[in-house]
């Protein structure tokens, strides 16, 4: 019989923010030689905050510290390299005054979600605190609402501090993006005093819809970004990793349409569209095993009938896909449309995919702000040594890390589960989060620090 498969729209999967342009490092961000220098007789055994493989991998070296007059340790870093502390000295203490309200606003967003496109709560918050704190605030740029831009400083090195703070459907902030906009926040407050020595801008870019919308995408391709020369974020998880690894990420909306009739009465006359995705799912489920490392299918079925006598003539599926980079995540989408096919092919009901309004590229880490972040590391950083090669999952940061030097580090905050789990929404209002995202706040804030500060120098 002839293919019933209407014409399948094939989902363009390179975001205008990649091709307009290929990733190309800064002078500046090139490594800077090496981190460690002082003899180990000048001190103590290695030390680094935080111990771990850094420590352990390089004997007769250590580092020594200075401290704030809130405790907080100030790595000393090369003694042929200039670490700019009076700068982070007055990070730490523009953190410390305004602690309390950072934290009073994660909790105000954790206290009450919101989906993606809808975060109004949480976009006039954090725009509120900006403003108080003397930053120069835009809400809703380019004609989305529930963004915003918050900018302080003169100078011509425009750094963006991103925050997002939609929530997921059902769990709440169990992907922990209350802690994001707070830590956000925190990392812009912190750079703040600092910014007109340092020739910057500072600017905290509040993204909406991360989950689901892509909002840093449509950010990009509205020129909100025209001017950025460096982009950072954290986020929350259950391990720390300065340079995670996020994969390419796209999604297909799908829906087969037959013909409703009597299941007993003249089940003959009907097309059953719950059939054809359920075949689909078959050859998807088989499909699974020739996947390569990295890749993944996982949807769910919305629709599918609601009484068991009648033969259903529409179903429903939301299904996303994952891939290392944007050109797998293409043909790995081809293969999942031709099971779509399959279904329609078989049954004979009719085939619609809509794919995604955005993808999400692959995070491109910096090796040289990742370099400097380390040196910065919280002292309760602790990465396990696989953490970079485990795949956490997809962000359209992504997108932004393709076109600007870009730093995404995860830092954890001591829950036992994973993001998108009820647990993980319990961990993200705790006190450890809390510490643990203002720790990494200052971190972000002390790494653009060194390489605004070594830029000036030239």
């Not at 501090?161 to 769990?171: K, Q, R, T």
């Not at 020129?223 to 995670?244: E, F, I, K, S, W």
């Not at 370099?371 to 953490?387: L, Q, T």
């Not at 789990?421 to 989060?433: D, I, L, N």
């Amino acid at each position: 019989m002839p293919s019933s498969v209407t014409k399948v729209v094939t989902p363009n999967l390179s975001p205008s923010s990649v091709t307009t342009g290929s990733f190309q490092a800064r002078p500046w961000s090139k490594r800077l030689g090496d981190r460690w220098t002082q003899p180990a007789d000048q001190g103590d055994p290695v030390t680094r905050p935080g111990g771990g493989v850094l420590a352990a991998a390089l004997p007769g070296y250590t580092r020594r510290e200075e401290r704030t007059a809130e405790g907080t340790a100030i790595p000393r870093g090369n003694p042929g390299r200039p670490t700019f502390r009076p700068a982070k000295k007055r990070a730490c203490a523009a953190v410390a005054a305004r602690r309390d309200d950072v934290v009073r606003l994660s909790r105000a967003i954790h206290a009450e979600p919101e989906l993606g496109f809808e975060e109004h709560n949480a976009a006039r918050w954090l725009g509120d605190l900006l403003a108080d704190a003397g930053f120069a605030v835009t809400a809703g740029p380019c004609d989305l609402p529930t963004a915003l831009i918050a900018a302080t400083g003169g100078g011509p090195f425009v750094v963006d501090v991103f925050a997002e703070y939609d929530a997921l459907p059902g769990i709440g902030h169990a992907c922990g993006h209350n802690l994001i906009a707070a830590g956000a926040v925190a990392t812009a407050l912190a750079l703040a005093p600092a910014a007109d020595d340092l020739g910057l801008t500072v600017r905290v870019v509040g993204a909406p819809a991360e989950e689901t919308g892509g909002g840093k995408v449509l950010l990009m391709e509205r020129g909100a970004l025209r001017d950025t020369r460096l982009a950072l974020m954290a986020h929350p998880g259950p391990y720390d990793c300065v340079t995670p690894c996020f994969v390419a990420a796209g999604g297909l909306e799908v829906r087969y349409d037959g013909r409703e009739a009597h299941a007993a009465l003249n089940p003959f006359d009907g097309i059953n569209a719950a059939d054809g995705m359920h075949l689909a799912q078959t050859a998807i489920a088989l499909l699974r095993q020739h996947l390569r490392p990295g890749e993944f299918v996982h949807g769910v079925v919305t629709e599918a009938g609601s009484a068991p006598n009648v033969i259903p003539s529409v179903a429903r599926a939301t299904y996303g896909l994952r891939a290392p980079d944007l050109p797998a995540l293409a043909e790995l989408t081809a293969r999942v449309t031709a099971c779509f096919e399959a279904g329609a092919l078989a049954t004979g009901a009719r085939l619609g995919l809509t794919p995604d309004a955005v993808s999400y590229a692959e995070l491109r880490s910096d090796p040289a702000l990742a370099e400097s972040f380390r040196d910065n590391a919280p002292a309760m950083w602790a990465e396990p040594a696989d953490a970079p090669s485990r795949v956490f999952g997809s962000t359209d940061f992504g997108d932004v890390s393709h076109v600007v030097p870009a730093l995404h580090p995860v830092f954890g905050i001591g829950a036992s589960v994973a993001n998108h789990h009820p647990g993980f929404a319990a961990a993200a209002a705790t006190p450890h989060a809390e510490e643990a995202m203002l720790a990494t706040a200052r971190s972000l804030a002390w790494t653009v620090i060194d390489h605004a500060g070594r830029r000036s120098l030239g």
